[in-house]
């Protein structure tokens, strides 16, 4: 792997990770709720998915997914099934200081698992990492090496993204500091969120 090829790759893979996926979402709503460590501590969930995923990637494991439609569908319908749970759960938010109440309540270990469910029940995003991630791999390499070379650019970057994501929600938290605001704000992000688990439901394999 040259310099070359990581000039093309690090752009590329940085829009990626900046694309408004139900990660990203997730990643506003909760610094809108919650601040902003708080959201980027949560997002260790998803880096923790990723990584399983660029693994799976690396060892060619994703071909089961290529192969097994039930399975494919099975997974997507799940991960469809959470986001939708998440959208009634942010629409029925009670827009009072209670949000704020809940920062001492909630652990850094349950938006953590809510942001890892969201990623890990995505199979588009598996799919993605063994499409996206093999066209910048030298065959005639250390192909293992490669991929966790990839995966750690990939991982830091996604870093960022939570980071940059995290700063909307807590720039959004300020714009609707009313209690009504709040409510149109928990409302537009449910309508994304149910709207992504839409595109998930009828996505059809790569």
Not at 44 to 67: D, E, K, P, S
Not at 186 to 205: D, E, K
Request: include cysteine; hydrophobic fraction near 55%; glycine fraction near 10%.
């Amino acid at each position: 792997m040259n310099l070359a090829t990581l000039l093309v790759f690090v752009p590329a893979c940085f829009a990626l990770n900046m694309a408004p996926g139900p990660n990203n979402l997730l990643s506003i709503s909760n610094a809108s709720r919650y601040g902003l460590v708080m959201a980027c501590l949560g997002g260790l969930g998803r880096l923790l998915a990723f990584a399983i995923m660029i693994a799976l990637a690396a060892v060619g494991l994703t071909a089961v997914l290529h192969t097994s439609e039930w399975l494919f569908h099975g997974i997507k319908i799940v991960g469809a099934a959470y986001l939708f749970y998440i959208a009634v759960q942010l629409w029925r938010a009670k827009p009072t200081m209670e949000d704020e109440a809940k920062v001492a309540m909630i652990g850094m270990g349950s938006l953590a698992r809510q942001e890892f469910l969201v990623a890990i029940g995505n199979p588009k995003a598996i799919l993605l990492f063994t499409a996206f991630l093999p066209q910048f791999v030298d065959q005639g390499g250390d192909v293992i090496r490669q991929f966790a070379v990839l995966g750690g650019l990939f991982l830091a970057l996604e870093c960022i993204a939570i980071a940059l994501y995290g700063c909307m929600g807590v720039h959004a938290r300020k714009l609707f500091a009313r209690p009504s605001g709040k409510r149109l704000f928990n409302r537009i992000c449910a309508t994304l969120l149910a709207g992504a688990a839409s595109v998930l439901l009828v996505a059809r394999r790569a």
